[in-house]
């Protein structure tokens, strides 16, 4: 079993949908939880960071960490198809590696 | 401000053949790191340098992979030589000192023939 476990997808909606992404993970030391969107042939760009549980807001972003239940989520409002690329969740201890999940593949459809 | 800097963007070889990657992190970034990520999959850490040092090199093939951080700027990671199923993009990212989050260059994508 993987530590860190995410649906491929693809996931597909229509523009101005909301999106929910989400992450499950066995590590419960794990205490830093980012997303990353990959657009294809690009290397991964950091969209949202949260340390420990909680929310974390950010323009049309969401991210939602649930320490307890080891599940993290990012909502996207508003979705556009320029938001149209893969989507990485990452977690890690302090000082430590990152670990990736798959990656899911949102498509919005104008 | 520049992010990381990455080349060659593609590479075409025949197995066999060795390989090298260049990577500029982000100014300031003492953190750098190479990861390798496989078609459908998330990037997988295989060296991780703080400064000069590799602090982290459990993940990295060292029969055919090496790399290094001569002045603890700009890395070279190697392969040599090639196997048909190295064909990947290969990642490098760097990180600010004490800060866990990392920056991504544009990657390389890795074609063995």
């Known amino acids: 079993q993987k530590e860190v476990e995410q649906d491929p997808g693809p996931l597909s909606v229509p523009e101005g949908a909301i999106v929910s992404l989400n992450c499950t993970y066995s590590?419960?030391?794990?205490?830093?939880f980012m997303w990353y969107r990959q657009y294809s042939r690009k290397g991964p760009e950091l969209l949202m960071y949260?340390?420990?549980?909680g929310n974390k807001e950010d323009g049309r972003f969401t991210a939602q960490v649930d320490k307890s239940s080891k599940y993290i989520s990012l909502f996207i409002r508003d979705s556009q198809p320029s938001d149209s690329a893969t989507y990485l969740c990452?977690?890690?201890?302090?000082?430590?590696?990152?670990?990736f999940g798959a990656g899911t593949i949102l498509r919005v459809k104008s | 401000e520049a992010g990381v800097v990455q080349s060659p963007r593609y590479k075409i070889i025949e197995k066999k053949q060795p390989v090298a990657f260049w990577c500029n992190p982000i100014?300031?970034?003492?953190?750098l790191y190479w990861y390798l990520q496989n078609l459908g999959q998330g990037p997988e850490l295989l060296i991780r340098?703080?400064?000069?040092?590799?602090?982290?090199d459990s993940q990295l093939p060292k029969d055919r992979f090496s790399a290094e951080r001569l002045k603890g700027v700009d890395s070279t990671l190697k392969i040599q030589p090639a196997e048909l199923g190295d064909s990947a993009v290969y990642l490098c990212?760097?990180?600010?000192?004490?800060?866990?989050?990392?920056?991504f260059g544009p990657g390389t994508r890795l074609l063995v023939l």
């Open positions: 990452a977690m890690s201890k302090y000082g430590n590696k990152l670990v």
């Open positions: 100014s300031g970034h003492n953190t």
């Open positions: 590590n419960s030391a794990f205490q830093y």
């Open positions: 949260t340390y420990s549980s």
């Open positions: 990212a760097s990180s600010a000192r004490y800060q866990e989050t990392q920056y």
């Open positions: 340098y703080e400064n000069e040092e590799a602090v982290d």
